[in-house]
C-alpha cells in the first residue's frame, strides 16, 4: 500500500436537535493508505456516512484531526476545500445524484468542465471513461432514460474521470439488483487496481464487504474491527 491518504484522530461528531445533542462519532480513530479498497459497515446511525462526508470535507466535526493527501481539512479555506473536493475526492452516492437535464455525457464531463480543462482533452477522456464503463453507446440519453444500474457507472465515470486520489462510495450498490451490484463491484475493482484509486465505501451490503480488501466496522461511532481480507 502506498502513503497514508486519510487520517482521523480522535473525531467527534455531534448534532443538535431540538436541543438534544446526538452523537454520532465519539472518538474516531482511522487510517486509509492510497490504493486500499476498503469499506466501512455497521448498523444505520452507526456513523458510516458521517464518517465518509467529514473525510469528503462535506461536513465538518465538532473536534479531532482530519486528514487528507497529509492536509489537516480544518486549515484549509472553503475556496482550498472545493478546490479539494473538486481536484482530489470523487463522490459515489447512494441515489446517483447525477444532473437530470444533462446527457450521461455531460454529466460524466461535468468536472472536468469546472476544472476549466480544454474541450478536446476533455472529450478524449470522457470518451475513454464512458468506454471502459460500458456506457459508450449511451451518452447521449439523460438519466430518466437510464436504469438504475447504468446512471451508477455513469456516477463511477463522473468520480474517476477526473483521476481523484480518492473516491468516497456510499452505498453505492443499494438500489441496484444482485447482479447489477456485481458488475459496478467489478468496475470499481479495475479502477482501484488498473488506475491506482482508493475506494471507501460505506455500505450495509455483504457483497461489498466481501469483495473489499480490508474490512471496518463501525459501532456508535468508533472503528470495533479492523480486518485485513485476503482475496
Same mark, same amino acid.
Given at each position: 500500500?502506498?502513503?497514508? *491518504?486519510?487520517?482521523?484522530?480522535?473525531?467527534?461528531?455531534?448534532?443538535? +436537535?431540538d436541543?438534544?445533542?446526538?452523537?454520532?462519532?465519539?472518538?474516531?480513530?482511522?487510517?486509509?493508505?492510497?490504493?486500499?479498497?476498503?469499506? #466501512?459497515?455497521?448498523?444505520?446511525?452507526?456513523g458510516?456516512? =458521517?464518517? $465518509?462526508?467529514?473525510?469528503? &470535507?462535506?461536513? %465538518?466535526?465538532?473536534?479531532? *484531526?482530519v486528514?487528507?493527501?497529509?492536509?489537516? +481539512?480544518?486549515?484549509?479555506?472553503?475556496?482550498? +476545500?472545493?478546490?479539494?473536493r473538486?481536484? !482530489? #475526492?470523487?463522490?459515489?452516492?447512494?441515489?446517483?445524484?447525477?444532473?437530470?437535464?444533462l %446527457?450521461?455525457?455531460?454529466?460524466?464531463?461535468?468536472? /472536468?468542465? /469546472?476544472?476549466?480543462?480544454?474541450?478536446?482533452?476533455?472529450?478524449?477522456?470522457?470518451?475513454?471513461?464512458?468506454?471502459?464503463?460500458? @456506457?459508450?453507446? @449511451?451518452?447521449? !440519453?439523460?438519466?430518466?432514460?437510464?436504469?438504475?444500474?447504468?446512471?451508477?457507472?455513469? &456516477? #463511477?465515470? !463522473?468520480?474517476?474521470?477526473?483521476?481523484?486520489?480518492?473516491?468516497?462510495?456510499?452505498?453505492? =450498490?443499494?438500489?441496484?439488483?444482485?447482479?447489477?451490484?456485481?458488475? $459496478?463491484?467489478? $468496475? @470499481?475493482?479495475?479502477?482501484?487496481? =488498473?488506475?491506482?484509486?482508493?475506494?471507501?465505501?460505506?455500505?450495509?451490503?455483504?457483497?461489498?464487504?466481501?469483495?473489499?480488501?480490508? /474490512? $471496518?466496522?463501525?459501532?456508535d461511532?468508533?472503528?470495533t474491527?479492523? #480486518? +485485513?481480507?485476503?482475496?
Amino acid at each position: 500500500m502506498g502513503s497514508l *491518504i486519510v487520517r482521523m484522530k480522535d473525531v467527534i461528531k455531534t448534532y443538535q +436537535l431540538d436541543g438534544v445533542s446526538i452523537p454520532a462519532l465519539r472518538g474516531l480513530n482511522l487510517e486509509v493508505s492510497a490504493g486500499e479498497f476498503t469499506a #466501512i459497515s455497521g448498523p444505520s446511525g452507526s456513523g458510516k456516512t =458521517t464518517a $465518509l462526508n467529514i473525510i469528503g &470535507a462535506l461536513d %465538518t466535526p465538532t473536534s479531532g *484531526i482530519v486528514e487528507v493527501e497529509g492536509k489537516d +481539512l480544518s486549515s484549509l479555506s472553503k475556496t482550498e +476545500l472545493a478546490k479539494m473536493r473538486m481536484n !482530489r #475526492i470523487g463522490f459515489i452516492f447512494q441515489a446517483y445524484n447525477l444532473i437530470p437535464v444533462l %446527457t450521461a455525457y455531460e454529466n460524466a464531463e461535468f468536472v /472536468l468542465v /469546472l476544472r476549466g480543462m480544454p474541450l478536446m482533452q476533455r472529450r478524449e477522456k470522457v470518451q475513454a471513461i464512458l468506454e471502459e464503463v460500458g @456506457m459508450a453507446d @449511451m451518452m447521449d !440519453r439523460r438519466p430518466d432514460q437510464l436504469s438504475g444500474g447504468q446512471q451508477q457507472r455513469i &456516477a #463511477i465515470a !463522473r468520480a474517476v474521470v477526473a483521476e481523484p486520489a480518492l473516491v468516497l462510495a456510499d452505498e453505492p =450498490t443499494a438500489n441496484v439488483d444482485s447482479k447489477t451490484a456485481d458488475s $459496478l463491484l467489478d $468496475l @470499481m475493482e479495475h479502477m482501484n487496481k =488498473t488506475h491506482g484509486v482508493t475506494f471507501v465505501f460505506s455500505t450495509h451490503d455483504p457483497r461489498v464487504m466481501n469483495r473489499s480488501d480490508r /474490512l $471496518l466496522v463501525l459501532r456508535d461511532g468508533v472503528i470495533t474491527e479492523d #480486518i +485485513l481480507q485476503k482475496k
